[in-house]
């Protein structure tokens, strides 16, 4: 009877998680989707306490338990109401890296608390690749949270001599580690150096990713975070465990493939820790000399006067400045003058998948005039007036022009086809590629510099004024 119970329990939960992710498919069931998503853990833990008898034993495992829930539970909460939007992707990189670890150290723990005798090879096998899959995981979101945030290691890309040949190297030990416990499972020393080989090669796959790679390398390692933890499932033998680890690890390998589309980047060469086309591109003197238009507010809002549409293009430079209310203050604006106004919003704009969507969101943008890259593309060539709020490398024509660019290749949004370009950037500096934008000199083109959301109440001050 219990153990019905408990199977029933974990049905519900994985049933929910399904629904959950079904949910958060669309901005509109999002947050129905999240709270799917958080009962079913929820259910899934009860069950589990109940499930391993952790609710029978000692007041000093309640103790443990509480700790545990005490800790984690601040911890979520100080970091969801603390950490910045801008941060969000470094965020994601974390909580990937601790569920890594997590698959990886419980998966260990199981297998030393296993007698000999009672190990399977299901078990060995699933040991094995968790604690492979957790290394790199863990390890590999670190580098890629250090990157983000700026602390110690460039965010550029950095590459050594035989990079690929010392990868498939540490991959081949890390398996032949994996290959000696399945078959000694006594050997817990194995298991050990299997992790830390798994970490160092965890470490070398993700330095070489950098610039505007990185959103797929977190991406990938989402993925690999749900594996780990559907290979920990197989240890413990629980299934709820193993349905939610494949889900995360399934949605998380499709991500990787989207972006990798909308990067023009090969799924085999972010596995290994490969790039993209890297040779010289021509330096910032040479693309902006002399070619540069600076316009004022004044100067702007006198293009709207005549405009039908215009078309807002949000980057991260947006997100910085925490300019989405001021931006759907002067899109409000524009269409009470009857101008038709959409937002094109790139894939990977914001260095993470969907970041413009959600920064939109929360300023109340109706959901319908956010438009998809493909979508959106063939309606430049109609657009008036195109707004660029700190996006650079997602509306960099070099992308269709200079094969040698890192970014060559990347389907970008074709802004540079509008009848008029407006920039609004702080300076010239180059975005994540870090590499100049030819949009920026081109004839059609006017740069505001300034911060992004002065610049947009200026701007909304001086159509006012007109």
């Not at 959950?20 to 929820?42: D, E, Q, S």
């Not at 010289?280 to 004022?296: F, P, R």
Request: glycine residues 10%.
């Amino acid at each position: 009877m219990r153990d019905s119970l408990i199977n029933i329990a974990y049905l519900v939960a994985s049933v929910l998680f399904i629904f959950g992710l079904k949910g958060l498919t669309h901005p509109r069931t999002a947050v129905r989707g999240n709270l799917f998503g958080a009962t079913g853990m929820l259910i899934a833990i009860v069950a589990t306490l109940f499930n391993q008898e952790i609710v029978t034993t000692t007041l000093e495992g309640w103790a443990f338990i509480g700790a545990g829930l005490v800790i984690g539970a601040t911890t979520g909460v100080l970091l969801a109401t603390k950490v910045q939007m801008t941060a969000m992707p470094q965020m994601v990189a974390l909580l990937n890296g601790f569920g890594g670890a997590a698959s990886a150290l419980v998966a260990g723990g199981a297998l030393i608390d296993t007698p000999v005798e009672a190990t399977t090879l299901q078990m060995t096998v699933a040991t094995a690749a968790s604690g492979l899959i957790g290394g790199v995981t863990f390890w590999g979101s670190l580098v890629a949270f250090d990157k983000l945030q700026g602390l110690f290691l460039p965010d550029a890309p950095v590459h050594y001599p035989g990079q690929l040949a010392v990868n498939f190297l540490l991959a081949a030990v890390a398996l032949g580690f994996g290959a000696y416990i399945c078959v000694n499972p006594e050997a817990y020393w194995a298991y050990l150096a299997l992790v830390i080989t798994a970490s160092i090669l965890g470490v070398l796959l993700t330095l070489p990713i950098g610039g505007a790679d990185m959103p797929v390398a977190i991406a990938l390692l989402n993925s690999y975070s749900g594996l780990a933890g559907a290979a920990t499932g197989f240890v413990l033998d629980n299934s709820v465990l193993i349905i939610a680890g494949s889900l995360v690890g399934a949605s998380g390998l499709i991500l990787t493939q989207i972006m990798c589309k909308a990067m023009n980047r090969s799924l085999g060469n972010v596995l290994m820790g490969a790039l993209g086309p890297g040779g010289q591109t021509a330096t910032a003197d040479e693309v902006y000399g002399g070619k540069i238009k600076a316009a004022s507010p004044e100067e702007i809002a006198m293009l709207f006067d005549n405009a039908s549409r215009v078309v807002m293009v949000p980057g991260y430079g947006l997100a910085v400045s925490q300019a989405q209310h001021t931006l759907r203050e002067l899109g409000s604006l524009l269409e009470s003058r009857g101008i038709e106004v959409e937002y094109a919003i790139h894939p990977v704009a914001g260095r993470m998948p969907g970041h413009m969507n959600v920064l939109l969101a929360e300023a109340d943008v109706d959901y319908d005039k956010l438009k998809e890259m493909d979508e959106i593309n063939p309606s430049f060539e109609q657009t008036d007036v195109v707004l660029v709020i700190g996006a650079n490398d997602v509306v960099n024509p070099l992308a269709r022009t200079d094969p040698t660019s890192p970014i060559a290749g990347m389907p970008i949004l074709d802004v540079d086809k509008a009848r008029t370009v407006v920039v609004v950037k702080r300076s010239l500096s180059p975005g994540f590629a870090g590499i100049p934008n030819p949009l920026f000199a081109l004839d059609k083109t006017l740069m505001f510099f300034s911060d992004g959301k002065k610049a947009i109440v200026d701007l909304i001050n001086a159509i006012k004024a007109s």
